[in-house]
């Protein structure tokens, strides 16, 4: 099995910024996938951002493009999420997720999440 640990969320003023961290432990694939999902209160979960193994492949979500930054450290195991100029409507719990593309994310491992709170 996989665990994902994700951690740096907090409450921030708007317009700041904050880095997330997701490491992975366990029994992990070759070549995977990583990506980062949010759920707003009383919403369903959206994807965030993912990034594939080598990290040619990138997605990111309409409403962070430009201001959310995906990046993985394959060697630690480790995905990252930067997020930068944070508006009220990013606050959510933030999970970091790991499949093998990133289609099949949202039925791969996920991790606890970890509280973003953006005050306006």
């Known amino acids: 099995q996989v665990q994902l640990v994700e951690s740096g969320g907090g409450l921030v003023q708007a317009g700041a910024s904050l880095r997330l961290s997701c490491a992975a432990s366990?029994?992990?694939?070759?070549?995977?996938?990583m990506g980062w999902f949010r759920q707003a209160l009383g919403k369903e979960h959206d994807i965030v951002a993912a990034c594939s193994w080598s990290g040619g492949t990138t997605y990111y979500a309409n409403s962070v493009k430009g201001r959310f930054t995906i990046s993985r450290a394959n060697a630690e195991n480790t995905v990252y999420l930067q997020m930068n100029s944070l508006k009220a409507e990013d606050t959510a719990v933030y999970y970091c997720?790991?499949?093998?593309?990133?289609?099949?994310?949202?039925?791969?491992?996920w991790g606890q999440g970890t509280q973003v709170t953006v005050s306006s």
């Open positions: 997720a790991m499949g093998g593309t990133i289609a099949s994310l949202t039925t791969g491992s």
């Open positions: 366990g029994r992990i694939d070759s070549s995977y996938t």
